[in-house]
């Protein structure tokens, strides 16, 4: 994996990764699809935050809703 990308997590078969060159800057994709990363050419389409802030406030929001917040 190219240096400039950061793991944040390994979900089943995935991963989510952080971009600290470019946006977006954080990419959950499937796993298998590795070698496409650096060409952000996925044959399926990954999901994409272009900040670490909106990705994390997606998490948040669903957090709160399951609490009924």
Avoid: C, H, Q
Wanted: net charge negative; charged share 35%; no cysteine.
């Amino acid at each position: 994996m190219p240096t400039r990308f950061v793991v944040l997590a390994e979900p089943s078969e995935s991963l989510i990764v952080m971009d600290t060159k470019s946006t977006p800057s954080v990419i959950w994709f499937d796993a298998v699809e590795i070698s496409e990363l650096e060409k952000n050419s996925f044959t399926s389409k990954p999901d994409e935050w272009d900040t670490y802030a909106d990705y994390f406030k997606v998490f948040l929001e669903e957090e709160e809703e399951e609490r009924g917040l």
